[in-house]
């Protein structure tokens, strides 16, 4: 799965949003709570966990850094019984503005999930963008 969007603000700002805690539950549709298990050195390897909420059902997923530069990438990993999610946000300077590209790879593990593949890939792809897109929103109207 791939989304990009353009947003009217600097690199520096753009990232720190994606990566800071307290800014993800803003524009992070269905994200709670992040809970790191180490502050200190975060980058690569670094492991948390995020609480999602979606229709009055909370489900915790177990995430990892794979690859962390400041200012250019974000590689991670969240993983949850039913499915994995892999994702690489990129962030490039477009003079002023910041483009935002997110390539995502969904595993689904359960049969139940992979029964309905098509029908989680969409909502998935949907949730993506509509994160994105708030993003996008949160960082223009500051």
Request: net charge negative.
């Amino acid at each position: 799965l791939s989304h990009e969007v353009l947003i009217g603000a600097s690199v520096e700002d753009t990232f720190r949003a994606c990566d800071s805690r307290e800014q993800q539950l803003a524009w992070v549709g269905s994200l709670i709570e992040v809970q790191i298990e180490s502050e200190e050195d975060w980058g690569e390897g670094s492991r948390f966990v995020q609480i999602h909420e979606e229709a009055g059902s909370r489900q915790a997923l177990e995430g990892v850094i794979l690859g962390y530069e400041p200012g250019e990438r974000i590689h991670m990993k969240l993983e949850h019984p039913d499915f994995t999610l892999e994702s690489v946000l990129r962030f490039e300077d477009q003079g002023g503005l910041t483009r935002v590209s997110q390539q995502t790879i969904l595993e689904l593990r359960s049969a139940k999930l992979k029964f309905v593949a098509s029908m989680v890939e969409g909502v998935v792809a949907r949730r993506i963008s509509e994160d994105l897109e708030r993003l996008k929103a949160l960082l223009e109207s500051a």
